[in-house]
């Protein structure tokens, strides 16, 4: 029996349905457990702006609700991982990483089609510089935009004819429901995900020892660990959460010369031009408990294969 808390714990998250959803995975998780749990709604600057991503900040999504927590109307908030900035805050901590959705970008075009299917002048939305990138990268002649708005309002415009596609992450097609609309998941080969895609941070305050401990039992080794090496990588390359930046890494497993198995972790990154003309790709092994060091290690790499000119390009088209 699992000792539980004398008070419900409340769980705060943004409004949308792909935020309670996952929010909501954690709240029963914690009743499964034997934990009172309740959803608190957080109104975040991100969801009031219907600006692109790039322009609005990092943390835009993730700061109201650091907030409530600070001031005590939440005491967990749950995160989309990938949008936390990669700074850490010395107020929280992250008790749980819980296993991870499949961290793919899907592409969702009209008439079920594949990217390579999409005609040249084709117009696809995504809120993202890293997914832009890497589109016009693969040379096929697209029209990229901007894009805003929930899931729902996303899929809308391809089912209305006001796009061709769109491409968003997979797991949050996956946590509603929705992966019947998917017409291809995009393999790393063709466009590297965001660090920490698919990935929850359930974080709570420093001082709530008893709490971190139990929301502890929901995190997965495996997944923090990759997540850990994606993140140090964004953060060593001083990108931000919106910037032209792909990573995943998976925890894999090898067989040595004497046969016995044992765990690696493989991890693959890039950075890539905003107008698509260049992509630095690396990739490299190391074990899960030196995730940290791998992160560091493949972001070196990318510096040595001209890594900052292409971050110095970004500074200036902005300006």
């Known amino acids: 029996m699992v000792t539980t808390l004398d008070n419900v714990v409340r769980i705060g998250t943004r409004g949308s349905l792909l935020a309670t959803t996952q929010a909501g995975t954690i709240r029963d998780a914690l009743v499964a457990l034997g934990q009172p749990a309740e959803l608190v709604i957080i109104s975040t600057d991100g969801d009031r702006s219907q600006a692109p991503v790039a322009e609005i900040g990092i943390g835009v999504f993730t700061a109201e609700l650091r907030h409530a927590m600070a001031d005590g109307r939440i005491d967990v908030a749950v995160h989309s ?156 390359l001083e990108a931000g959460c919106s910037a032209p930046v792909g990573a995943i890494a998976e925890v894999v497993e090898s067989i040595d010369e004497d046969g016995r198995v044992f765990e690696e972790l493989s991890l693959r990154g890039c950075v890539a031009a905003l107008d698509g003309s260049d992509v630095i790709r690396a990739s490299g092994i190391g074990t899960p408990e030196r995730a940290r060091e791998l992160g560091l290690s493949l972001a070196a790499e990318l510096f040595d294969l001209g890594a900052r000119d292409v971050l110095d390009q970004r500074t200036v088209e902005r300006e």
Not at 92 to 104: G, H, L
Not at 143 to 154: A, C, K, M, V
């Open 81 to 236: 991982y990938k949008d936390l900035p990669t700074a850490p805050d010395e107020r929280f901590v992250i008790a749980a990483v819980p296993p991870r959705e499949d961290p793919r970008d899907a592409l969702v075009a009209r008439d079920g089609m594949v990217l390579g299917e999409l005609p040249a002048g084709s117009v696809i939305g995504t809120s993202s510089p890293r997914r832009a990138a890497q589109l016009r990268a693969l040379g096929l002649g697209l029209e990229i935009r901007p894009l805003r708005g929930n899931l729902d309002t996303r899929l809308n415009r391809v089912s209305s004819g006001d796009l061709d596609a769109v491409v968003v992450a997979r797991a949050g097609l996956a946590r509603i429901g929705r992966l019947d609309v998917v017409t291809e998941s995009l393999e790393p080969v063709q466009m590297l995900p965001a660090p920490a895609q698919g990935a929850l941070a359930v974080e709570c305050r420093v001082g709530d020892t008893e709490l971190a401990t139990l929301l502890g039992k929901l995190d997965h080794p495996d997944t923090r660990a990759a997540v850990t090496a994606e993140r140090v990588l964004l953060a060593e």
